[in-house]
């Protein structure tokens, strides 16, 4: 990534009609729709676990250019884990970007590591991994640079110091890394006045 880029957790919401969607958008453009006003998203891991071989297909026409998909990870990867988010990565190939592994287990972020072929970015509240760290809310982000709060104020103050806290913490000559808010209650209203405070300072 070149830039700062935020995205959501999921976009399959029916909350989020009326609001974000139009009233009367297929659920089948959802997916189209959000790509559109955001290019990146974290894939919770049920919903991808949940994924049909062919849905795959569909779910990358629906991103034309350069969009990120994180998938999220809870605990532990396991073998059925590893063998169905590897099946999702051949498909997906370059814009599958990364795992996010929610954990307090030690050798959690290793093991996702060494078997999921995506970069591992662990978010724990008590161990951190590898040598990038960025604590918020409670929450240590470490390994791969992405950045994941759980909840977003509405204060365009703190925005604003949340996203120079995030970008400030990011390694020496790294351009850009994903924001994501992992709260399926967001206001996206609110996510995209961080996208465009984000913009306004050059991010």
Known sequence: MENLQVGAYGWNYDSWVGSFYPEDIPEEWRLDFYSNAFRVVLVPE??????????????????????????????????????????????????????????????AADIAAEYSLLPVTLVSKSISFGAWQWEQQGYICS????????????????????????????????????????????DMSQLYNLKTIGEFLGY
């Open 46 to 107: 049920m919903v991808w676990l949940s994924w049909r071989e062919d849905e795959l297909e569909d779910f990358l026409d629906a991103v034309e250019g350069d969009f990120s998909f994180f998938f999220e990870v809870i605990d532990e990867f396991t073998d059925s884990k590893q063998l169905k988010l590897n099946r999702i990565v051949d498909v997906f190939e370059s814009c599958a970007k990364g795992v996010v592994i929610f954990s307090e287990q030690d050798d």
């Open 143 to 186: 390994g791969e640079p992405c950045g994941v709060v759980l909840d977003l104020s509405t204060d365009a103050k703190l925005q604003t110091n949340l996203l120079k806290s995030f970008m400030n913490s990011l390694p020496e000559h790294r351009e850009g890394a994903a924001l994501l808010v992992r709260n399926e209650a967001l």
